[in-house]
């Protein structure tokens, strides 16, 4: 079950301005606060969606990354198959395929 959020309307309770419930999805969003009785409204908090943590996590979401070797030389550490490993300036067929990622 999910955890929400709820802030009161007027002065805290001996609990705090602020308090976290428990509830089911489907539960109704609480209008008075459990501890004392005042007036509670829900806060819609915004999502934190994460920054991939591997070179696999921003391949399965569709990122390449391309480190430096040499001069001119770069490894794609996120190819795919069938990609080349080693981009290299001035050759295109070495360069990893966006559209296959979903981008254009």
Avoid: W
Wanted: one cysteine or more; charged letters at 25%; a neutral charge.
């Amino acid at each position: 079950m999910p955890n929400y959020h709820y802030e009161h309307e007027d002065a805290a309770c001996v609990h705090g301005k602020t308090l976290v419930v428990k509830q089911a999805i489907a539960d109704a969003a609480l209008t008075q606060c459990p501890h004392c009785g005042g007036a509670v409204f829900r806060v819609i908090l915004p999502v934190g969606i994460g920054a991939p943590q591997s070179d696999s996590d921003l391949r399965g979401k569709g990122f390449t990354k391309l480190v430096k070797r040499d001069s001119g030389v770069y490894e794609n550490v996120t190819a795919l198959d069938g990609e080349s490993r080693y981009v290299h300036a001035g050759r295109p067929e070495t360069m990893p395929n966006f559209k296959r990622r979903g981008l254009d």
